[in-house]
């Protein structure tokens, strides 16, 4: 079955750096766009960052261009994110994603806290 597990997140201090890792199974990982996405509470949930199945096009939300690098490695069936100069409004559940057989998979999420 399918299953993404993220791991990376932590408490930094504003203008810090975070690398979020999700490693994934149980389908053709090469074949698909995997995302990024983070929440807080009673909040929606946010595309921060999403990547093509050969890794050649990337998308990013506008509040985090600049600063985060999505990439993946297929011989590994993992996908990254790298956060840099982080600010407190980037705290939030993230949560790796991918869309197929017409639903979307989501990972446990891992917890990113900017505060000093």
């Known amino acids: 079955q399918v299953q993404l597990v993220e791991s990376g997140g932590g408490l930094v201090q504003p203008g810090g750096s975070l690398r979020l890792s999700c490693a994934a199974s149980?389908?053709?990982?090469?074949?698909?766009?995997l995302s990024w996405y983070r929440q807080n509470p009673g909040k929606e949930r946010e595309l921060v960052a999403s990547?093509?199945?050969?890794?050649?096009?990337?998308n990013y939300a506008a509040s985090v261009k600049g600063r985060f690098t999505i990439s993946r490695d297929n011989t590994k069936n993992m996908v990254y994110l790298q956060m840099n100069s982080l600010k407190p409004e980037d705290t939030a559940v993230y949560l790796c994603n991918v869309f197929l057989d017409w639903r979307g998979y989501w990972g446990q999420g891992t917890q990113v806290t900017v505060s000093s």
């Open positions: 990547i093509t199945g050969s890794g050649d096009v990337t």
């Open positions: 149980g389908f053709t990982f090469s074949f698909y766009t």
